[in-house]
């Protein structure tokens, strides 16, 4: 899979977020090691905090399915800036695999690509 196939896959995903709040939606679409592909959108709470934003979605239905290894994340939203992972799901996404490669794009379907590893240098682990 091409990184535009999978930062498509991702654009897709952003058209199933749930964002009444924000109006920002994210889509995402985890590559597993084995090359199965689990896609994610932002799900929104009234609790704020609540929120579960694309890239924790997508890898939470991967690990749920089995699958802790990944080499790739394309991150999507119709926005005016690369949309870089927040820190939270840096942290997330660094548990299982903390120098993946990480797809950003903004409106127009352009992107940048970045490690996990610079994006989250010294992740916390015990
Ligand atoms: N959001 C994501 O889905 N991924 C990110 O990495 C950044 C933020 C969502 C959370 C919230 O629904 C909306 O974008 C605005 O913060």
Aim: hydrophobic content about 35%; charged content about 20%.
């Amino acid at each position: 899979m091409t990184d535009r196939q999978l930062m498509s896959m991702a654009k897709e995903a952003s058209l199933n977020a749930y964002t009444p709040y924000s109006h920002f939606a994210v889509g995402a679409a985890l590559e597993c090691e084995d090359g199965t592909v689990f896609t994610g959108c932002n799900v929104e709470n009234a609790a704020l905090g609540s929120t579960i934003c694309a890239e924790r979605t997508a890898c939470c239905k991967a690990v749920s399915e089995g699958h802790r290894r990944f080499r790739r994340v394309a991150i999507y939203a119709d926005s005016e800036n690369w949309c870089t992972p927040c820190g939270a799901c840096r942290q997330f996404l660094a548990e299982f695999s903390p120098d993946m490669e990480v797809l950003c794009a903004k409106a127009g379907g352009r992107y940048v690509s970045y490690r996990l590893s610079e994006l989250l240098p010294h992740t916390f682990n015990f």
